[in-house]
């Protein structure tokens, strides 16, 4: 595959597509589209979910009916808005961040957008996984955060998510350069790691979504514990 790095006329078109295809389906939303203008003026890397995957977190979300969701990674809260606007009025989220510039954003963001009942917690994901309790599991996962980290957090996700509940991990495609294993920095090698874990766990069922866009090539990793 070599670099498999995406031509930019071939991206260019992805980003057509998919502004065509939302033009019929992400509604105006006054409080997604101001978090991601406050995180650009704050300096906050442009490395958000694109408004489609924002959607798809919500919408699956919502087909499980999730009460108590847990993000692990959530910069200037932007997929957190997504996920929050799927629950229901005594539902809850917990979204760990480790900059706490970045948790600061979020909470004005989430603020603005006024969804309700999400704390924002700042520290490193690792400690305050292994800190919490499956007595109270979640219904609902997403991962974001650290590549090198993924296979811990998929495990302390295991462990917390409720049986069918769902974990999405983020950036398991990479732009096709996990697929190549030319490529083996410490990022690429944890999201290959966190493959594994998934191949060899019983307790799962995964399959990747594969995604082109606005964010290029790349994908979901969508699971279900037994």
């Keep these: ?58 919408l699956l979300a919502l087909s499980i009916g999730a009460k108590r969701i847990l993000e692990i990674g959530t910069l200037g809260g932007y997929s957190t808005i997504w996920m929050a606007q799927a629950l229901p009025d005594d539902g809850e989220l917990i979204a760990l961040e480790i900059s706490e510039k970045h948790a600061k954003i979020a909470r004005e963001n989430i603020d603005t957008a006024r969804v309700r009942n999400v704390k924002v917690v700042v520290g490193d994901a690792n400690e305050i996984l292994a800190s919490l309790t499956p ?18 957090y998929f495990r302390e996700a295991k462990r917390l998510v409720r049986k069918q509940g769902v974990i999405v ?16 920095d410490p990022e690429i090698e944890g999201i290959r790691a966190t493959l594994a874990e998934l191949k060899a766990d019983k307790e799962v069922e995964a399959t990747t979504i594969s995604m082109v866009g606005e964010k290029g090539y790349d994908g979901f990793v969508y699971a279900v514990k037994l």
């Excluded at 595959?1 to 509604?27: C, K």
């Excluded at 007595?135 to 955060?145: C, G, M, N, T, Y």
């Excluded at 991990?169 to 083996?184: K, M, Q, R």
């Design 135 to 152: 007595e109270k599991p979640f219904d609902f996962i997403f991962v974001d955060a650290n590549k090198e980290s993924y296979p811990n």
């Design 169 to 184: 991990i983020d950036n398991i495609v990479w732009n096709g350069e996990v697929a190549d294993l030319t490529h083996t």
């Design 1 to 58: 595959m070599g670099h498999a790095i995406v031509p930019q006329e071939t991206r260019d078109y992805f980003v057509q597509v998919e502004e065509y295809q939302n033009s019929f389906l992400i509604r105006p939303d006054d409080g997604l589209e101001g978090a991601l203008k406050h995180c650009e003026e704050n300096g906050l890397p442009k490395i958000s979910v694109s408004a489609a995957q924002g959607k798809l977190l919500k």
